[in-house]
């Protein structure tokens, strides 16, 4: 047994720290693969179903093994975790005194020159009252992490005008460079053994280092990534290129802010910059309405004036900003900014080759114009191959049919070994699935009346404590037409609040009933009977209208292959997989799950979901549903 398994097994170190710990096999078979990755270099690909404890299974080993590791997350909120309580608690079990740094992206540090700078500009009250706060704030921190400062939301508006991006970092031209919290993060990083980031950070790195700008990130001996079932989305963002007319509406602000500063006397620059967010505004405007993604070569001709008006006055602007760069290092900073955005922008525009495609994003006040790669195996293997370090790619959500062929071929890895531990939990008595009888197929115009009709039995059974998981907004709306007025619980609707201020409330209530879209469908962490039944209106098949998938489906057709079966079912399968692991989170958890998709039994696919799920009984009738509530104590 190796030395992970060993401190993981009954009486070993963990055990002696934690009191409620308990070994589990599966954990220990895990640790024992990882520990053995990281001492010979190697490519695991693991998934650890829920209640596995894959955290423990893959930070007992890095902690043990003496070299230097970077383990990178999927959410912002188990890096803190990892950094904060995980981690410590380890290193007090193991009795290794090793170094652990926290690192995150720039805009999550406080910038002391857009700090300085933002007190010159003018702020309605609100946004007043937050920059005040964060001036107080300013003079007690230690590191800059504007996670500190839980009195202001992530999303309060201040946070732009205080924090650093790549475009507008003065770099050593700053004044307050030696004081520089995102510099101080990094030289940190430097000098650990364990560094914690998450996969924004990390591929936004990878991207950097393939452009040639140097190397954020400290070199490791292996590289951890949970929650990896994200990694193929996150990279072909990173991988791709993206400019925005609200980027270009902050570069205006900039260059202004720094006039009155640097060169107050340069008054035409104000009215060139009007001219540049006019345009874009123009643009906006005629793109149509928001939460469109769009393929550029369907409307690119459409808005060929459009466009060509804010080529024009980006043109103009950029030689107004060169002229004023010798006034000082902002208008500098802002005139090199103008010149690479029209530069970026006219090469996304005349951009058309095979290997990916070009769309458009509009928003309520902005639009963006996205470059993604069609594939993005290539540039992850030949960062795999690189160096000779361990990859430990691992999540509950890898593998579809019993294998994670499907993952590795995405991510580009082209030898690995393959680990699938299944859940602990018997998920085939805490678990019931239901799909009820009479149901449409989803393309009906009255399915999701109809679904509400269903559920709502299923509902009062289990007295609330539900989620309704939907794949669209527009799903969600029309059952909520429908129950709003014949549930007697709370209702809890995404984007009436935060979604943390959303699960909070859903916790403390006890009996509430939540409607949510793709952000509810991973990363949810609801146990006991707060949450006793998680309702799914369809199989979540990514819309074949989105321009990357539709390119992506083109390319597979053009090359002899099945896009649907090779592609569509796996993505979906590993969704579905999310959505499902919301409902049984604890061993003493049980619920119901209902399934509003009837392709899932009548369509051959279906059993490649079914084969995909945790072994449980799946009924289509009512009764059964409502006696499992009964038989468990769960109903109302």
């Not at 993005?376 to 579809?400: M, N, Y």
């Not at 709502?456 to 907004?473: C, D, E, M, N, Q």
């Not at 201020?501 to 009933?513: K, M, S």
């Not at 499902?580 to 604890?586: A, C, F, V």
């Amino acid at each position: 047994m190796s030395r992970a398994a060993e401190a993981l097994g009954p009486g070993g170190a963990v055990s002696q720290v934690l009191p409620h710990f308990h070994p589990r096999s599966a954990q220990q078979a895990m640790a024992e693969a990882v520990e053995d990755a990281i001492a010979d270099s190697k490519v695991l690909v693991c998934e650890a179903g829920t209640g596995t404890g894959k955290t423990f299974a893959y930070l007992v080993p890095a902690v043990l093994s003496g070299k230097r590791i970077l383990i990178s997350t999927g959410t912002k909120h188990l890096q803190d975790q990892l950094y904060q309580r995980d981690l410590p608690t380890l290193r007090k079990a193991l009795g290794r005194p090793v170094r652990v740094a926290l690192l995150k992206g720039r805009a999550n540090y406080l910038c002391w020159h857009r700090l300085g700078a933002s007190a010159e500009r003018r702020l309605d009250r609100r946004a007043m009252g937050e920059r005040l706060v964060v001036h107080q704030w300013a003079g007690q921190t230690q590191v800059g992490d504007i996670a500190e400062l839980s009195r202001l939301p992530e999303s309060a508006a201040v946070w732009p005008s205080v924090t650093s991006t790549a475009d507008n970092c003065l770099g050593t031209q700053c004044h307050y460079y030696d004081d520089c919290f995102v510099l101080k993060a990094r030289r940190r990083a430097l000098e650990a053994d364990v560094v914690v980031v998450n996969h924004h950070l990390l591929f936004a790195d990878l991207a950097l280092r393939e452009g040639g700008f140097g190397e954020l990130l400290p070199s490791v001996d292996a590289v951890v990534l949970d929650e990896a079932h994200q990694v193929p989305a996150i990279a072909t963002q990173f991988f791709g290129e993206s400019v925005s007319t609200r980027q270009l509406g902050h570069l205006v602000a900039d260059t202004l802010d720094a006039q009155a500063a640097q060169a107050p006397d340069a008054l035409d620059i104000a009215a060139l910059g009007a001219r540049v967010n006019e345009a874009s505004e123009q643009l906006r405007g005629a793109a149509g309405p928001p939460d469109q993604r769009l393929a550029w070569r369907t409307v690119a001709r459409r808005l060929e004036r459009e466009i060509e008006t804010l080529d024009e006055a980006l043109g103009v602007f950029s030689e107004a900003c060169v002229s004023l760069s010798e006034r000082g290092p902002t208008l500098a900073s802002c005139a090199e900014r103008s010149r690479a955005a029209r530069a970026k922008l006219r090469g996304l525009w005349h951009s058309d080759d095979d290997e990916g495609v070009l769309w458009l994003e509009t928003h309520r006040r902005s639009v963006t114009w996205h470059w993604s790669p069609l594939e993005i195996g290539p540039q992850l293997k030949a960062h795999l191959q690189s160096e000779a370090r361990a990859w430990i790619f691992t999540s509950a959500t890898l593998s579809v049919a019993g294998t994670c062929a499907h993952f590795a071929e995405r991510a580009g890895l082209p030898h690995y070994d393959e680990l699938c531990l299944p859940s602990p939990f018997d998920f085939e008595t805490q678990c019931l699935g239901y799909l009820p009888k009479q149901l449409p197929e989803p393309r009906a115009a009255d399915f999701h009346e109809r679904l509400a009709e269903a559920v709502l039995p299923v509902i009062k059974a289990a007295g609330g404590r539900t989620f309704l998981l939907f794949t669209s907004y527009r799903g969600m709306a029309a059952c909520l037409e429908r129950l709003r007025s014949v549930l007697d619980y709370p209702l809890l609707v995404q984007g009436d609040m935060p979604r943390a201020e959303l699960l909070n409330q859903f916790r403390r209530l006890g009996n509430a009933v939540l409607f949510g879209t793709s952000s509810f469908w991973q990363g949810v962490d609801v146990q006991g009977e707060a949450l006793s039944c998680v309702i799914i209106d369809k199989l979540p098949f990514e819309p074949p209208g989105v321009p990357v998938l539709a390119a992506r489906m083109e390319k597979m057709r053009r090359e002899g292959q099945d896009p649907f079966s090779g592609h569509q079912v796996p993505q979906a399968v590993i969704a579905l997989k999310q959505g499902i692991g919301r409902l049984i989170r604890g061993e003493s958890d049980r619920g119901v799950l209902v399934f509003g998709d009837i392709r899932l039994l009548e369509r051959p696919y279906g059993a490649v979901f079914i084969d995909s799920m945790p072994s449980m009984e799946i009924t289509r009738r009512l009764a059964d549903v409502e006696a499992f509530f009964l038989q468990t104590g769960v109903s109302a």
